[in-house]
């Protein structure tokens, strides 16, 4: 391990000398004043470290994201050209009936199958249709209610600290 504290160190470091200072009934003695001091700058050092680490780690989530956005693009690119050739081929082999295409590298045939489109859902008799319930909480609901004073069971609300970065 190296000799530059960490901050799990310096936090630690930084209590026992609060403790100290407790113990003293809250009398700052010039070694406990030096020793917060340096703690105080440490902490604060290790504190910016790890912010501008945060804001690496920001950065690159940010160009993954863009990546992989652009990836997506690429993907569905490829899958509209598959598409348009696949289906120029299919066509083109219906009307000149040519079912089948085999060579030394690639075999290619059609294979009929069927489909069912629904044009119009409302259309379509009852015994055809299916319900499907979903039944999701309404957190904004709840958390109205539990401020108001609303005992709701299976739910409470908790204190969430997110650190900003600015």
Not at 51 to 80: D, P, S, T, V
Not at 104 to 124: G, K, M, S, Y
Request: proline letters at 4%; aromatic letters at 4%.
């Amino acid at each position: 391990m190296s000799g530059i504290p960490t901050l799990y160190t310096i936090s630690g470091d930084l209590l026992a000398v609060l403790d100290h200072l407790e113990e003293n009934g809250g009398e700052l003695t010039p070694e406990l004043e030096q020793a917060l001091t340096i703690t105080e700058e440490m902490f604060t050092e290790k504190a910016v470290d790890y912010g501008l680490a945060i804001r690496n780690l920001e950065a690159m989530a940010m160009a993954a994201k863009a990546e992989k956005e652009r990836l997506a693009g690429l993907q569905r690119f490829y899958e509209n050209a598959k598409k348009r050739l696949s289906d120029t081929l299919s066509g083109a082999m219906r009307a000149l009936d040519h079912p089948k295409v085999e060579t030394p590298t690639l075999r290619l045939f059609l294979r009929h199958t069927q489909a069912t489109e629904v044009d119009n859902a409302d259309d379509i008799p009852a015994r055809f249709k299916v319900t499907k319930v979903e039944t999701v909480v309404d957190k904004t609901a709840v958390k109205k209610a539990i401020v108001a004073g609303e005992e709701v069971p299976g739910a409470r609300l908790v204190d969430n600290y997110n650190l900003q970065i600015k």
